[in-house]
Nanobody, 126 residues
Framework: QVQLVESGGGLVQAGGSLRLSCVVSGRSISGRAMGWFRQAPGKEREFVAAISRDDSRTYYADSVKGRFTISRDSAKNTVTLQMNSPKPEDTAVYYC???????????????????WGKGTQVTVSS
């Protein structure tokens, strides 16, 4: 049974920083692309960041580029999202996801992933 558990969410002031972690159990994340998505109240889930299977490439939504950083620690089976200079519009539930195997991975699409965590709430105050 593959499980993804996010942590690190909370309340942060705009301009501060927050570090989200996603610990994966039941399967190694080594060689598997990973992503972060978010969903704000009343909005659809949207892509935030992703890292390729070999860590050679990272992908970011335009809205977070230059502020957020995705990284992986395969030894700890953990993916992190470093959030610097968050803005109130970054307020959302953040989800970690693992690549769906057997299909072409495009990084930014929900269907690129088949394992999801339950999310962690991030609230950015102005």
């Amino acid at each position: 049974q593959v499980q993804l558990v996010e942590s690190g969410g909370g309340l942060v002031q705009a301009g501060g920083s927050l570090r989200l972690s996603c610990v994966v159990s039941g399967r190694s994340i080594s060689g598997r692309a990973m992503g972060w998505f978010r969903q704000a109240p009343g909005k659809e889930r949207e892509f935030v960041a992703a890292i390729s299977r070999d860590d050679s490439r990272t992908y970011y939504a335009d809205s977070v580029k230059g502020r957020f950083t995705i990284s992986r620690d395969s030894a700890k089976n953990t993916v992190t999202l470093q959030m610097n200079s968050p803005k109130p519009e970054d307020t959302a539930v953040y989800y970690c996801a693992a690549e769906r195997r057997g299909t072409t991975w495009y990084a930014r699409k929900l269907n690129d992933y088949d394992y999801w965590g339950k999310g962690t709430q991030v609230t950015v105050s102005s």
